[in-house]
């Protein structure tokens, strides 16, 4: 049973050399973005928490209970941001998420469709969607 909501603390640290600020999240080992300003750096945050707890729960992966933000060790100028994910969304978002697929015609088939304007994803949808019997 997966939560539908989930806040882990993030660890901001301001690049010197480069200006913005690189996070991580000490329960989350590999899951690390950045960004320009801070603004950037949060929304980034909050996408890569989203994403990595996505695919944990996609791999059954056991998502560990969140550190108290006050337990967190961290160096000189980085400070603590709660993230929240709410994995309803973010599940509603990947199942109706638009995906490329590539499929194979004959030539003269492909080349009349075109001729007649024909939307190729549409179409196929379409008639997925009518052999599956789903409306």
Not at 22 to 35: H, R
Not at 48 to 73: T, V
Request: hydrophobic share 40%; with cysteine.
């Amino acid at each position: 049973m997966h939560m539908e909501h989930y806040i882990f603390p993030a660890i901001f640290t301001p690049d010197k050399e480069r200006g913005g600020y690189t996070v991580k999240y000490p329960d989350l080992p590999g899951c690390l973005t950045e960004g320009d300003n801070l603004e950037l750096a949060r929304a980034n945050a909050q996408e890569a928490l989203e994403g990595f707890l996505y695919f944990m729960e996609q791999d059954n992966d056991l998502i560990p209970a969140p550190s108290f933000p006050e337990n967190i060790k961290m160096e000189p100028g980085a400070f603590v941001v709660p993230v929240d994910a709410w994995m309803g969304l973010v599940r509603d978002e990947m199942r109706n998420k638009v995906v490329r697929t590539n499929v194979t015609l004959p030539k003269w088939l492909k080349d009349a469709a075109e001729e007649r304007h024909f939307n190729f994803s549409q179409l196929l949808q379409h008639a997925i969607k009518e052999r599956l019997n789903i409306h």
